[in-house]
């Protein structure tokens, strides 16, 4: 789809509205009639200051410019509300982009921004689904307000919209390729297999075969219908207390699964490599403003809203709850009505009832539910008024993404713009310089503006980066210039855990520092960057070799393994890159030039 309290910071504070762009033959972006409702222009001024290139020109000419500490995270799909910071400049919970993250996509919860830690296990009290027996309804859209309208849009200048961020969707054959901008800066990239059910099924709902149980793993395998089968935790796994009544404590797995038992369950994290998918039994089914959470008492606000607007949200939840079903409002509900957060439940409740009903249905393994693709979801995640828009270079992706917004979010629909590539004479990625930002992102090497340089090394344990002053000689002292390289450093290092989506544990190899307050200082200054990552991290000080040890919660494939493949000449012991992705029109045949030899 975790709190924050101190003020936006960031290397990029922009709010300008370039890539809007210029010329005869513009973007598509629909000017729809809404009921009479006209944007209504703001005099506020976003903060300028880029030093980067412009974007570049078009061929021709023409100049292109959260719950009450009770919810349990659920995966990095989530990730709206960007450069919020947490409480204490701490990591955050719940992010899933596991995405499904999504650049979750957060992702961690579905939600991602419901500001709760890990909370007490939910127990699952009757049968899933227990007396909900109305039929599916269509929903009509909400007519809003020219005043709640005139709210809920984002700031324009010069009749066009501006916001800190910008989202490129390019699609190249049947994959989906995901740029979220600040600035001019590439900040996060997905790509999305929208035809693959075997590796990006993060948020899917399965009727699964429990096929063994493993008392010593505390764990079980389970069937979903994929090649590889998947697991569940002890931890995981729903049951009802009376069944178990004589138990000390939390019963063994093996007496609350059975081989051949069937069972419902959603995947919370990608397969990756050998290892299959992780389950869980606690379905979570988010919305644009709230999360549904079937057959649970969790009962939530986003920490990250105000409090007035959430003891308002509070009344509204206190009316709308479910009685058997949890519900976290997401921060993107801030400001809306108690008609659209009624109508989010009521879509999400059709939504599990259909789940309901075919789980019911004879058969064996199978999905129940899948997730909308990435790009859907990140849009659903995180779009909001900060961004300045949303531009797509396929049609048919771009009709869905408008009716989308048109049916839940009305204010922006109008920021959602098709790009026809063969009227603007240039690619998407290479108008916004995607292409040489993600070739450098896939780079073992990244230089420090001052001259040093951080070496990124990854093997199947962990991922090591070393810090290096390079051409940095400084001018003062040895403390004093290793500090600087340092801060330099911690703030580039959050930025590429970020930008590749790399998880698991991590190692950290600052320069030696002798002063013990340096030392906190570059901790400091590392854990307030990672507060603008929304998928969660946990970070420990500096130990007594100057190595400062991390995890970030891994969803599924980082953007590394996401846009290579194991190289065949050398058995897979390195990596081979589409060429297309930095600009080719075809892949260049023979040996690959992004071909990298990285030896496990």
């Not at 995270?73 to 409480?87: K, M, S, T």
């Not at 997401?330 to 957060?341: C, K």
């Not at 990435?374 to 949303?390: H, N, P, Q, S």
Request: glycine content about 10%; proline content about 4%.
């Amino acid at each position: 789809m975790s709190d924050s309290s101190g003020s936006e910071t960031s290397k990029s504070q922009r709010s300008s509205s370039d890539g809007s762009g210029g010329g005869n033959n513009r973007n598509r972006n629909r000017s729809r009639n809404r009921g009479g409702q006209n944007k209504q222009q703001e005099s506020s001024k976003p903060k300028v200051g880029d030093s980067r290139p412009a974007p570049a020109q078009a061929r021709g000419g023409q100049d292109t410019d959260n719950r009450n500490g009770g919810a349990k995270n659920r995966g990095d799909q989530n990730r709206d509300d960007r450069g919020g910071r947490n409480q204490g400049g701490q990591s955050r919970d719940n992010q899933n982009r596991d995405t499904q993250n999504g650049r979750g996509h957060n992702r961690d919860s579905q939600d991602g921004d419901d500001g709760s830690g890990e909370g007490r296990r939910r127990r699952r009290r009757g049968g899933r689904g227990r007396g909900r027996g109305r039929k599916p309804e269509e929903l009509a859209n909400i007519q809003l307000d020219e005043a709640t309208m005139a709210k809920r849009r984002g700031k324009e200048r010069d009749g066009r919209p501006i916001g800190r961020y910008l989202m490129a969707v390019h699609v190249h054959n049947d994959t989906r390729h995901i740029a979220i901008l600040e600035g001019r800066t590439l900040i996060e990239y997905y790509v999305s297999r929208p035809t693959d059910d075997v590796t990006q099924i993060h948020g899917n709902v399965y009727m699964g075969r429990v096929q063994n149980v493993l008392p010593g793993m505390e764990a079980a395998f389970i069937d979903i219908s994929t090649p590889k089968n998947a697991v569940l935790y002890r931890g995981d796994v729903q049951y009802n207390p009376k069944e178990f009544e004589g138990t000390r404590g939390v019963p063994r797995i093996e007496q609350m699964l059975k081989a051949k038992q069937m069972i419902l369950c959603q995947v919370v994290k990608n397969p990756i490599a050998h290892k299959g998918a992780r389950l869980t039994q606690e379905v979570s089914l988010p919305g644009r403003f709230v999360v549904l959470v079937p057959n649970s008492d969790t009962y939530g606000i986003s920490k990250r809203l105000p409090d007035k607007e959430r003891q308002r949200l509070r009344k509204t939840l206190d009316r709308i709850k479910p009685k058997e079903h949890g519900l976290i409002v997401r921060t993107a509900a801030e400001d809306v009505t108690d008609e659209e957060l009624q109508r989010d439940v009521a879509r999400l409740l059709n939504q599990w009832e259909v789940i309901v009903n075919d789980s019911k249905k004879q058969g064996g393994p199978r999905l129940l539910n899948r997730e909308p693709d990435l790009a859907v979801r990140l849009i659903r995640e995180e779009f909001t008024k900060d961004f300045r828009g949303v531009v797509l270079d396929d049609n048919t992706l771009f009709e869905e993404v408008s009716g989308y917004m048109d049916a839940v979010t009305p204010a922006l629909a109008d920021r959602i713009e098709y790009y026809d590539t063969k009227s603007e004479g240039i690619d998407l990625f290479e108008k916004y310089h995607v292409y040489e930002q993600l070739q450098k992102a896939l780079d073992k090497k990244v230089w420090l503006p001052s001259g040093g340089s951080l070496i990124i090394e990854h093997t199947e344990a962990l991922t090591v980066i070393d810090v290096n002053t390079g051409k940095n000689v400084g001018s003062k002292s040895l403390e004093d210039t290793v500090f600087k390289n340092n801060l330099e450093a911690a703030r580039e290092t959050a930025r590429q855990l970020r930008l590749r989506d790399i998880g698991g544990i991590i190692v950290i190899d600052f320069v030696d520092m002798e002063n013990r307050k340096n030392r906190a200082e570059v901790v400091r200054v590392f854990r307030e960057e990672l507060a603008l990552d929304k998928t969660r991290t946990q970070v420990y000080d500096i130990g007594d070799l100057g190595l400062v040890e991390m995890t970030r919660k891994r969803i599924g494939e980082g953007l590394l393994e996401s846009v290579s493949t194991g190289c065949f000449t050398c058995e897979s012991n390195g990596l081979l890159f589409d060429d297309t992705l930095f600009g080719h029109r075809q892949a260049i045949p023979g040996p690959s030039v992004s071909q990298v030899t990285n030896p496990k």
